[in-house]
């Protein structure tokens, strides 16, 4: 996929070009947050909650605020994930209405309505919290299958921006190679062979920066799982 950060700010600037383009390729995305609510396949044409995900994520893109420091992925999902909430509580009312059993007393109000500005940006900080907090358990719980912790990353992560960025380089080269990264998680060890070889980085560096390469490799990887942590990991790389 091309740089989505670059497609998006074109397309906020008003490339329409950038904009199909990223609506395009973002479909997926937009397909799975969608399946991931409604807990069943969904299929374009025929279900609502994809058109309501696909404008939601339309709309995501003018508004999205780079200074809350949310990825752009992460606001789509949660502007998505109260949308088709909201639009599933009607159906629910409506169904229940229809049977006779309505009661609007008990109407859930667990997701406030994007039209209250106040309760909008509320609702985001609290489930993008919830979100950070939810990766950081994931990601743990991945490192830990190479005796890797989460605080060691600190400890172990390059001093020198040069190094820091040499190795952060390996890594997304490792992520990006599907032989070698299969390799990786069957062995649960760096093809350091093989990866001096790709990369041109010699051996012994390569063993040095062991658990770094593999834990920045692993989020390369699975960076549409890990929203947020790889928008800090570019973030970071963008500031070396």
């Not at 329409?16 to 947050?33: D, H, N, Q, S, Y």
């Not at 949660?78 to 209405?97: G, P, Q, V």
């Not at 209250?116 to 609702?123: G, K, R």
């Not at 600190?154 to 040069?162: G, I, L, Q, Y």
């Amino acid at each position: 996929m091309e740089d989505l950060e670059h497609l998006l700010a074109l397309a906020r600037a008003g490339d329409g070009t950038a904009r199909e383009k990223l609506l395009a390729e973002c479909r997926p995305f937009i397909a799975r947050v969608a399946a991931g609510l409604c807990r069943r396949h969904l299929e374009w044409g025929f279900d609502d909650e994809l058109s309501i995900a696909f404008i939601t994520f339309n709309e995501a893109i003018d508004r999205y605020e780079e200074n809350r420091k949310v990825p752009f992925l992460a606001f789509a999902r949660l502007m998505i994930k109260s949308r088709i909430t909201d639009y599933l509580r009607k159906e629910a009312r409506a169904s229940a209405h229809m049977a006779g059993s309505l009661n609007s007393e008990q109407e859930d109000l667990s997701v406030p309505p994007l039209e209250s500005s106040l309760a909008w940006q509320d609702y985001l900080s609290r489930e993008a919290a919830r979100e950070r907090e939810e990766e950081i358990r994931d990601y743990t719980r991945m490192l830990a299958e190479f005796e890797i912790s989460f605080s060691e990353l600190v400890r172990c992560a390059p001093k020198h921006h040069d190094a820091r960025r040499v190795l952060l380089d390996v890594s997304r080269r490792l992520a990006a190679d599907g032989s070698l990264f299969q390799q990786l998680m069957k062995t649960k060890k760096l093809p350091l062979k093989e990866l001096s070889l790709l990369t041109g980085v010699h051996r012994k560096t390569l063993e040095r920066g062991r658990k770094y390469i593999i834990a920045m490799a692993l989020l390369w990887h699975h960076c549409h799982e890990f929203l947020y942590l790889c928008y800090y990991l570019k973030a970071s790389g963008k500031g070396d």
